[in-house]
């Protein structure tokens, strides 16, 4: 796939959807981060589930802390692998605590050491809390960006790395939401829609259905 095709490609999500943004629901960096931690082989809906019943009660570090790992568990149950990632979340907020004065660090060392923390989560925080032009690639964005040919890769840090080489700046805050949500609705795993594809006539997938 050449440079201009992949220009059109942004240029019709960008139009298709101008402001896109993550379909968790947070008002805060920290909210964010608990729900991108939560959301791991998980929904977003099921964490949107969940965080409406938790934040109201803790949104803060330690609120979360005091809840402790049994009470954070009461909100989290309906969410896959519920308990390792109550363990992570109170770990996560003693770090919060004790070395961040309970605020989420704009670094992506520091939020990559925190426990349940990876790099996509991190580069999700970076971009979606604090406007980095970060890419974060997750199982959505590396089908769509191999089925296309948009930026191929063999695992998701080869994908990641070609997108950050082959995105222009301008479209680079938003690309990581416009392909997911593009692989979320559209090309979907199993039978992508490519009939009602707004990108089928530069799209480079060689068994394209109706």
Not at 34 to 51: E, F, G, I, P, R
Not at 78 to 84: A, H, K, P, R
Not at 89 to 96: E, V
Request: glycine share 4%.
């Amino acid at each position: 796939m050449n440079k201009e095709k992949r220009i059109q490609i942004l240029q019709r999500l960008r139009e298709n959807n101008p402001k896109p943004t993550t379909e968790l629901e947070f008002n805060s960096p920290f909210e964010l981060l608990v729900a991108v931690l939560l959301s791991a082989q998980a929904t977003d809906v099921s964490v949107n589930k969940a965080t409406r019943l938790l934040y109201p009660v803790a949104n803060t570090p330690q609120a979360i802390f005091d809840l402790g790992v049994d009470g954070v568990k009461q909100y989290i149950k309906t969410i896959g692998l519920f308990n390792s990632k109550a363990e992570n979340l109170i770990k996560t907020c003693r770090i919060l605590i004790d070395q961040h004065n309970s605020i989420v660090p704009e670094n992506r060392e520091a939020l990559e050491a925190l426990p349940g923390v990876g790099r996509k989560t991190a580069n999700v925080v970076l971009n979606t809390a604090f406007g980095w032009p970060t890419i974060a690639v997750d199982t959505h964005i590396f089908r769509v960006s191999n089925r296309t040919k948009f930026a191929p890769g063999k695992n998701v840090d080869e994908v990641e790395q070609k997108l950050l080489k082959v995105v222009p700046a301008e479209f680079k805050l938003d690309v990581h939401h416009w392909l997911i949500l593009h692989g979320r609705y559209t090309c979907i795993a199993r039978k992508p829609k490519c009939g009602s594809c707004l990108i089928e006539d530069l799209c480079e997938f060689a068994e394209k259905v109706d």
